[in-house]
């Protein structure tokens, strides 16, 4: 008999996974989630896309820095790629958008304005870093859930940095059924998710702030929600980051307007 016959078997179910995608490959060859360009799961082309920064101002007292952060504009193939991953679950994804996310997050100054905020007995603050939530039904049908990825990487990100952070997925939906995209309008999106979010304040437990973490930005509803029902849990909420925001009404008419 093997001596590790877990290991042994695990190591050949490895190895036919590995032929398997090989094979997928040879005879199915993938193309850029953005542009459909052979042989990259995210094209230089595409990937560029992701860092033209977007920032979208809130009110401070919603969220503290009075502004979220979006990696790049939801359009053309920016959408394109975002759609591939969040509802056609190309995975293949996942460490490229967590790369994406990680570098708008070193690019925003965030991460210095974490070690001026104080938390209990004047030590740094510990951070919660929370992905926004989906509906069950959504949750069902992609069979995961998707924003912890990016919070994952906002994490590690902050890690790195020496900021203590965890992940932390405190918060839920309830009771709403329609999809945050079919919902149109601030004042739409923002009645379809108030009172509908639920706070596992157990989680949170020992964190004295927080970063939202989403895919993307629309209104700025469901951040700003968030923000609020975070806030009532005791947890403020600093900033939040996101995949790329919907062009903005100031974008369309060049003026400027607030979330």
Known sequence: M?????????????????????????????????????????????????????????????????RVHACGTYRGEVRHAI?????????????????????????????????THRGHRGHAASVAVVPAPSTPSSMRRRGRFHTITLANAITEELQRQGVR?????????????????????????SDRLRNHIHVNRDLLHGCHTSILVDDIITTGSTMRQCAQALHGAGVPVRTGFALAAVPAPSERDQSSSML
């Open 83 to 115: 759609l591939m991953w969040k509802d056609h679950d190309d995975q293949e994804l996942d460490a490229e958008f967590g790369h994406l996310i990680a570098g708008c997050l070193r690019r925003s100054g965030e991460i210095g304005m974490l070690f």
């Open 2 to 66: 093997h001596p590790h016959p877990r290991p042994y078997a695990a190591s050949i179910m490895d190895a036919m996974i590995g032929l398997g995608r090989e094979m997928r490959d040879l005879l199915l060859p993938r193309g850029c989630a953005g542009c459909d360009l052979p042989d990259a799961v995210l094209c230089d082309s595409c990937t560029g896309l992701f860092g033209h920064d977007v920032i979208r101002p809130v009110s401070a007292t919603v969220i503290a820095s009075g």
């Open 165 to 189: 952070a965890r992940c932390v997925p405190a918060l839920s939906i309830t009771g709403t059924q329609a999809k945050s995209v079919q919902t149109g309008g601030a004042k739409a999106r």
